[in-house]
């Protein structure tokens, strides 16, 4: 791991690699060992256990995977009342379904298979901290209500009885969840290595992909395989995988910064996920009492967009730490950072996912826009209906077709 690129809080438990780094020729080659990959691979083995599935990654320790903070919410980077003044109710009211049955499904998974990845469902708190967002939330409020997902509106006084400074109003989310992303993950990978038609390979760059009807060729630095078809799931990295992806645009990498404090000295109210600041900021408390909050990008030039480099900005260091002594009543504690890391998101030109085929035989599944621990699981299964042309939802379905979207 490049010496500048800080360890997330989260990898204190160690992200599970393979020692093997060659592939060989197979049905299906998912490239990248994320989220998103493994439950393309999840959804696939439920379709036909059979199939031989090869697992790809380069650089894991790079992924959004493992350096993001947690939420696992509904919705999508847009605010409810973005949502329907950009595409209308129709399309806010099937995102939002699309969003709550992912977590659901998400939940159902985790039960079933027994892994253990201190997955809550515990909601979520999106506060204001100027006029423009406390109409927001009202707004919001009415439109989740109207598309049967309704909240609470808190006013000023019950957000400080929280625990919060200079907010003008909330709203609580009941549906949106959270989790230990690195466990969660390898749990999911664990699960389907149990499979002997499974094979998983780390440390595999892949350079190129030659599509054609009959089949991909695959340039790795290991040498060229061939697979019937591929899934491409490395989000942010996608530029990287073939200089055809790459000239399509498809998505926009930004980096987001996230610090982690110590154990606070007295219990923090809201410990589940929350934001702030149009969703710019983002927190938890962890399950040993830390603060973990990210964000601030918007304030500095650039907004982080098109980085590729993780190393934490000092800058926004100072911003986040600034933010948290203005906006949280922590009786008067000074807070010590001693986890500070940057983590890559790709924001899709679409705004929302892409799920489906891009080219002959080539599959995306990627660019969450911040929403992956969310959307990804289901996104692998609808993936994997849309392969075997099993029945799924057409309608978000149309909403995530990447031929829709990309430049020609």
């Known amino acids: 791991m ?46 036909n256990s059979q199939m031989g599935i090869s697992i790809v990654d380069y650089e894991v320790e790079k992924s959004a995977s493992f350096r993001n903070c947690g939420h696992v919410l509904l919705g999508s980077a847009e605010s409810p009342k973005a949502l329907l003044s950009l595409h209308g109710k129709e399309v806010t009211k099937t995102i939002w379904q699309f969003s709550h049955d992912a977590c659901v499904k998400l939940k159902e998974t ?40 309704p909240g609470e509106f808190y006013d000023h006084d019950q957000v400080a009885k929280l625990g919060f400074k200079k907010i003008l109003a909330a709203r609580y989310d009941p549906y949106s969840c959270q989790v230990h992303p690195v466990k969660l993950r390898n749990g999911l990978l664990n699960f389907i290595l149990e499979n002997e038609n499974i094979t998983y390979s780390s440390g595999v760059k892949v350079l190129d992909l030659e599509a054609s009807v009959d089949g991909v060729k695959v340039i790795t630095d290991q040498g060229t395989r061939f697979f019937d078809a591929v899934i491409v799931a490395c989000n942010a990295y996608t530029p990287f995988i073939s200089r055809s992806l790459e000239a399509k645009e498809l998505v926009v990498p930004f980096k987001g910064q996230i610090m982690t404090s110590q154990p606070l000295k007295h219990p923090f109210q809201v410990t589940y996920p929350h934001s702030f600041d149009h969703g710019y900021m983002y927190a938890l408390v962890t399950g040993d009492n830390r603060l973990m909050i990210g964000g601030w990008r918007n304030h500095i030039e ?20 600034a933010f948290v002594q203005s ?48 959307w990804a699981h289901s996104c692998g299964e609808l993936l994997a209906n849309i392969i075997f042309g099993h029945s799924y939802d057409s309608n978000v379905a149309k909403y995530l077709n990447p031929r829709r979207f990309y430049k020609a």
């Open 2 to 47: 490049d010496d500048q690129i800080s360890p997330s809080f989260w990898m204190k438990e160690k992200i599970l690699t393979a020692k093997k780094k060659s592939i060989e020729d197979n049905n299906i080659l998912i490239i990248g060992s994320g989220i998103s990959g493994v439950s393309c691979a999840f959804s696939l083995l439920n379709k």
């Open 110 to 149: 985790i039960k079933q298979h027994n892994i253990s990845c201190d997955f809550k469902n515990n909601g979520y708190l999106v506060m204001a901290i100027d006029e423009s967002e406390s109409c927001e939330i009202k707004s919001s409020l009415e439109i989740l209500s109207e598309i049967g997902f």
């Open 302 to 321: 650039g907004g982080e967009l098109g980085q590729y480099g993780l190393a934490p900005n000092p800058i926004l260091e100072s911003g986040l730490d």
């Open 327 to 374: 906006h949280y009543e922590l009786q008067n504690e000074k807070l010590i950072w001693p986890y500070s890391w940057s983590g890559l998101m790709a924001s899709s030109s679409s705004g929302f996912p892409f799920v489906g085929p891009i080219e002959d035989r080539v599959y995306l599944c990627l660019g969450y826009t911040g929403y992956g621990l969310a």
